[in-house]
């Protein structure tokens, strides 16, 4: 696919505006919390991991050669991998208290899945054979 490196870059910085935006609202504790902002929780910072490695793939996306494509995948599987996981622990029931998911949280899954589609596509020059 021809433009599937510059897809992909879209898709890093799509990621990076999901985890701006709300992933849940606890309604009980009156809490919004976004991949950067989880005040009033012990969840960290889920937004941190995604950007940094969202980040790292849009370089490599960027980047011609080979090895770059290859690191690309297991990139694109830690997105995959770490946005399930947030959706496993921000969207969890303590005690009967669910929060309420919001479209973001399913959105970063997506976009993840998209890049890694994106990975698997690289456009990469084969050099001639002078026979």
Wanted: aromatic share 16%.
């Amino acid at each position: 696919m021809k433009h599937s490196q510059t897809i992909g870059i879209i898709l890093c910085f799509a990621l990076f505006y999901c985890t701006t935006q709300p992933l849940v609202v606890i309604e009980s504790h009156k809490l919004i919390l976004t991949g950067w902002q989880t005040t009033g929780t012990t969840f960290g910072k889920p937004g941190l991991f995604l950007t940094f490695f969202a980040g790292l793939a849009a370089l490599f996306f960027a980047l011609p050669y080979l090895w770059a494509k290859r690191f690309n995948l297991a990139f694109a599987a830690l997105l995959i991998a770490w946005s399930f996981r947030n959706l496993l622990v921000l969207s969890n029931c303590p005690m009967g208290d669910c929060p309420q998911r919001q479209w973001s949280l399913y959105a970063c899954i997506i976009i993840s899945f998209g890049i890694l589609i994106m990975t698997f596509l690289p456009k990469i020059e084969i050099p001639k054979s002078s026979n």
